[in-house]
């Protein structure tokens, strides 16, 4: 069965950087698209980016282009996403979601996510 | 950006009855439109996508419609397990954006 598993979040303080994880198992991982998707505490979902299955594209929200960057490794089925210049707006949790397709389309797996705190 | 709003933000529904929820985007996303059903403390699940095609193991009294800016999802006969956050997600353009979520809960 498709598993997502994510990890690397924690506290950290604002202007510093956090390596996020997301292993994945169950299916062809070089298939298939990736997407980070975030929660703040109390809010709903927002979605924060995508990479192709062969990693030749990836796409950013606005409000992490320049900050973060989302790359994977399909030789170890794993996707990851660099953070940094982190801001208290970015605490979060972050969950690591399968595309249903290879090049952008709706999410059908979604791992439990990873939660990021920024704080001083 | 396209922007999707959903309304109600919260509806107060009876189990059994049926319930009825909005998505309207600000420019046509076509039919790439899903719903996902959150629960608390857990990862949201899809129920539908490409505005009506059911998720693998989803129940036949979820349905969606609707295409290019107006959707809706319809919970026929509202179970307890039903009661749950539901967010429309459109994923016709980059950035991908999602609505701001549908409370239901047990009136």
């Known amino acids: 069965q498709v598993q997502l598993v994510e990890s690397g979040g924690g506290v950290v303080l604002p202007g510093g950087s956090l390596r996020l994880s997301c292993a994945a198992s169950g299916f062809t991982f070089s298939n298939c698209g990736m997407h980070w998707v975030r929660q703040a505490p109390g809010n709903g979902l927002e979605w924060v980016a995508f990479?192709?299955?062969?990693?030749?594209?990836?796409y950013y929200a606005e409000s992490v282009k320049g900050r973060f960057t989302i790359s994977r490794d399909n030789s170890k089925n794993t996707l990851d996403m660099e953070m940094n210049s982190l801001r208290a707006e970015d605490t979060a949790v972050y969950y690591c979601?399968?595309?249903?397709?290879?090049?952008?389309?709706?999410?059908?797996?979604w791992g439990q996510g990873t939660l990021v705190t920024v704080s001083s | 950006e396209k922007v999707m709003t959903q309304s109600p933000a919260t509806l107060s529904v009876s189990p059994g009855e049926r319930a009825t929820l909005s998505c309207r985007a600000s420019?046509?996303?076509?039919?790439?439109l899903a719903w996902y059903q959150q629960k608390p403390g857990q990862a949201p699940r899809l129920l539908i996508f490409g505005a009506s095609t059911r998720a693998t193991g989803i129940p036949a009294r979820f349905s969606g419609s609707g295409s290019g800016t107006e959707f809706t999802l319809t919970i026929s006969s509202l179970q307890s397990e039903d009661f749950a956050v539901y967010y429309c997600h459109q994923y016709n353009n980059w950035p991908n954006t999602f609505g701001q979520g549908t409370k239901l809960e047990i009136k």
């Open positions: 979601a399968k595309d249903s397709g290879s090049s952008g389309s709706h999410f059908d797996y």
């Open positions: 420019q046509s996303v076509s039919g790439n």
């Open positions: 990479i192709r299955y062969d990693g030749n594209n990836r």
